[in-house]
């Protein structure tokens, strides 16, 4: 991976000066024969075809080797442009259409974050929650601090109902505990990434979860009850034994963060702080109270996080024109952030061009009414985990319209139904792919390392698949 880090830091002097000689041979053999691949298929694929899946493949190929995840997205980029042959003016089109993109708009709520963590470090706001926290889990409990990260990413991701936006408020709030208290980066991205999915699964308003209640024709308890409480129970647990882990495995590498510069050095309190932290933690729950109320998506953070830096500012003693200078300052750190969310977005636009899924739904959907309800079960909850991500709710709808009377009249169960449109849904964020809610939690702990980011979704994603599948054994007996 690179060596400067997401908030464009210069790298440290005892950070790795990057992968070997062979481990460099190793990528950039794989990164020209994908490209040669693609653009040999290129003349003669049209979609829907199954090699449309060749990008994305390439894609976690590249980024398992600890390729830059930039120089690895542009390439992902190239092979699916290579293999859809699109003129001038339609590579302009997909460019433009994908700047509007829901990909795109995660990438600016996350530099909007970043300008409201400066504005808290700023005005004395972060030491000054830092200092509550420690009070509560103790500056020697890394134990503590982990399972109250993950809480709390957990509580303000099912309150927003996105996971890149609530994590942009959290991320300012918590990386001066953790840098604090030791973590690494790549251990940091892991507690946010864990606590942030299992409240992503538990968001009442999130698109995907009304998908799925509204076509398992139930209600939020039952939905709690059979899918996401489950699911965010093993999170907490998993992510207790994943972290430490993943925090021996990156210790001592230069993966570990500046403490000074997040603020956790700063025991002075600043004049007006405390003023400015109630004023900041009033608009945070009054914005969040509203997102709840009003259903408000991805893009009220838009809204949300300017509006808090700025009461936040002026509370905290800032002019106007510094608010906007501090604002711009740290959104600026991470203009890479959001370059990198718009290539996601036109890969992914790129990909579901090529409609490979619905090769895989054409072959294999209408040979399934002599299966037994449980082996039917896992075979569409397998079916709907290769989806691209970030069209969850896209994609529960397809799968309930294409599959949701056969699996009545298989006799699968409300229940196990709401199992499978949940894992169909929520599986391919923990893999095996690379996808926006990883790289999100990863750039919000300024980790540049997908790698492990990726390894900690491994780890999540195999005990969530024995899990559901003991669930839906038990659903369909």
Partial sequence: ?????????????????????????????????????????????????????????????????????MVATVVAVISALLIMLPTPA??????????????????????????????????????????????????????????GVMVSCL???????????????AAPLLLPVVARLGF????????????????????????????????????????LLYGAGPLAVLSLVAGLVIVPWMQRRTEGTGDDYDAADLGATDDTPKRGSGRATAAFALVLVASVGYAIASGAGTTFPLLALPLMGIVAGLVGGLSPTEIAVQMYRGAARLVNVFLLFWLLAVLFAGIDELQPFQVILDTYGTDMRGLSPFVFALLIAALGWVGVPGATAAQVVLLDKVFGELAASLGISAGAWIVVLLFASKADTYGPFPNANMVGSMSLARSTNLKNILLTGFALLVPCCLMYAVILFFETS
């Fill in 1 to 69: 991976m690179s060596n400067v880090d997401s908030a464009g830091a210069p790298p440290r002097a005892d950070a790795p000066t990057g992968p070997s000689r062979a481990r460099r041979l190793t990528i950039t053999t794989t990164a020209i024969g994908g490209l040669v691949l693609s653009g040999a298929l290129g003349p003669f694929v049209q979609a829907p075809t199954l090699w449309g899946l060749v990008p994305i493949v390439l894609y976690a190929a590249l980024a398992l080797l600890g390729m830059d995840i």
């Fill in 90 to 147: 339609e590579v302009g089109e997909l460019l433009g259409e994908s700047l509007g993109d829901q990909v795109t708009v995660i990438g600016l709520v996350i530099m909007l974050g970043a300008g409201v963590g400066e504005i808290l470090r700023s005005t004395g706001i972060a030491a000054t929650i830092v200092r509550g926290v420690m009070r509560v889990v103790g500056e020697r409990n890394r134990t503590a601090a982990t399972l």
């Fill in 155 to 169: 509580l303000l991701v099912a309150s927003l109902g996105t996971l890149a936006g609530a994590l942009a408020i």
């Fill in 184 to 223: 690494t980066r790549s251990a940091t991205a892991a507690m946010m990434f864990t606590g942030g999915c299992a409240g992503l699964a538990l968001a009442p308003f999130a698109g995907s979860n009304v998908a799925i209640m509204s076509a398992a024709e139930v209600g939020y308890l039952q939905y």
